[in-house]
């Protein structure tokens, strides 16, 4: 059975710092892994997705990923947060054809001005 | 052009009545998702639709569960005799047919007292 595990449920920063959010699977064949982003109130929003090729993403908001298939991760990245990075980020994880995906149980973002 | 749109934004009601949560998807999405998310916890999967295919109920968690759609347009989730156990944020997405990108509505909030 696939799964995904974001093992850190709260992560703190500071605003201008770096920042890594971890995601690991497991999953039988090549994997499409997606990072969302959640802030109150809203919907998921895609930030970034790796199907294939260069295992380095880049995505919206400055955010960025690298599928490491050896790790079995997809962690993302980002040089410089913002306050407004303050958020519910979630990893997901679907089978070849784009139909239901397997989400993590999500990483919250706390950004300290 | 229009996101996927959900409603009600939020819905408190009694143990044991039905609910009735309704998605709109974005026009010319053929795929529609609906997921569950509960308090602290990452999206579980509940139903997919897919064109005229017959959909993919296998995570409706019980009989209790039920969503059609009609046509490529609107879907409803209905809950019958609804439980607090029940009580989740309840999304909808849609996606092209080909298409791996889910996009997420804001979600129905549903409180069972």
């Known amino acids: 059975a696939q799964s995904v595990t974001q093992p850190d449920i709260h992560i703190t920063v500071s605003e201008g710092a770096s920042l890594e959010l971890r995601c690991n699977y497991s999953?039988?064949?090549?994997?499409?892994l997606f990072w969302y982003v959640q802030s109150p109130g809203q919907g998921l929003q895609l930030l970034l997705k790796?199907?294939?090729?260069?295992?380095l993403v880049q995505g919206i908001k400055g955010f960025e990923a690298e599928f490491k298939r050896s790790q079995s991760s997809f962690n993302l990245r980002k040089p410089s947060v913002h306050w407004s990075d303050a958020a519910e980020y979630f990893c997901a994880l679907g089978p070849g054809g784009g139909n239901k995906l397997t989400f993590g149980t999500g990483t919250q973002l706390k950004v300290e001005l | 052009g229009a996101g996927v749109s959900q409603s009600p934004s939020n819905k408190v009601t009694e143990k044991g009545k039905d609910v009735e949560l309704r998605c709109d998807p974005i026009s010319g999405h053929t795929a529609l998702y609906w997921y569950r998310q509960r308090l602290g916890q990452g999206l579980e999967f509940l139903i997919y639709?897919?064109?005229?295919?017959?959909?993919?109920k296998s995570g409706l968690p019980s009989d209790r569960f039920s969503a059609e759609r009609t046509g490529e347009s609107v879907s409803t989730l209905t809950i019958q005799r609804t439980q607090q156990e029940d009580s989740a944020v309840y999304l909808c997405?849609?996606?092209?047919?080909?298409?791996?990108?889910?996009?997420f509505g804001p979600g129905t909030r549903l409180t069972v007292t």
């Open positions: 997405a849609s996606s092209l047919l080909d298409g791996y990108e889910q996009y």
């Open positions: 999953y039988g064949a090549t994997p499409y």
């Open positions: 790796y199907f294939s090729g260069d295992t």
């Open positions: 639709f897919q064109g005229n295919s017959a959909p993919d």
